[in-house]
């Protein structure tokens, strides 16, 4: 059978239809090599490791240690610190009316206090340098109890405090530190400025 010549219409019809698959085929070709195309990831930059420097607190250490004195300490550390820092206690202190587990407050004077050498008689060899049970020097002059150093029976011993109101004076102690001022006690939990002005005359920070 002859061939049907194509008529030129008819060629350029087909002709087209090529180069519109070509051009479909083409975009899919494109986009299946962008999507496997690996992502470029933006380099980690260095995280500085550098330390920093700590707070420091600067207290004055006195009475009965090796080398009284100036000390610049780490924020957060203890009495007991500041005291092995001066040389430690010598012989003659009195740890026990120390908290050598209260903070370091900046600015403050750690007193480590002095055992009172007793006379033969059984008194105190200077007057008015101990204080007996009753809070009272043997001159009868009344002696002042500290705040910062007091125990709980001597702050019990206070007109007005008894042993729950002693139990937060030292519990704010170890929170907070030495005394600096007796208005300090107006933070302490109980005590207000009517009890302050009762205390004034017979304590000391």
Do not use: W
């Not at 496997?36 to 980690?44: D, F, G, K, M, T």
């Not at 420097?53 to 300490?73: D, E, K, M």
């Not at 030495?178 to 920070?205: C, H, K």
């Amino acid at each position: 059978m002859p061939a049907v010549p194509l008529s030129r219409s008819t060629a350029l019809v087909g002709v087209c239809v090529l180069v519109a698959v070509l051009v479909v085929v083409g975009h899919r070709l494109a986009g299946a090599g962008a999507a496997s195309a690996p992502e470029v990831v933006a380099p980690l930059e260095p995280v500085s490791t550098a330390p920093r420097h700590s707070p420091r607190v600067v207290v004055h250490v006195v009475g009965a240690v090796r080398r009284p004195g100036l000390y610049r300490l780490r924020d957060g550390l203890r009495v007991a610190d500041a005291v092995a820092r001066a040389g430690g206690a010598t012989h003659k202190a009195n740890l026990a009316g120390l908290n050598l587990a209260a903070p370091l407050v900046d600015g403050t004077q750690v007193l480590v206090p002095a055992r009172i050498p007793a006379s033969t008689s059984g008194m105190p060899a200077t007057p008015g340098a101990a204080v007996g049970l009753a809070g009272v020097a043997p001159a009868g002059i009344p002696q002042k109890v500290s705040l910062s150093t007091a125990t709980a029976e001597q702050l019990d011993a206070l007109p007005g405090v008894g042993p729950v109101t002693a139990r937060k004076i030292l519990d704010y102690r170890a929170e907070h530190g030495s005394f600096r001022s007796v208005d300090d006690l107006d933070a302490v939990p109980g005590i207000g400025p009517t009890r302050i002005e009762q205390l004034r005359d017979l304590v000391t920070p």
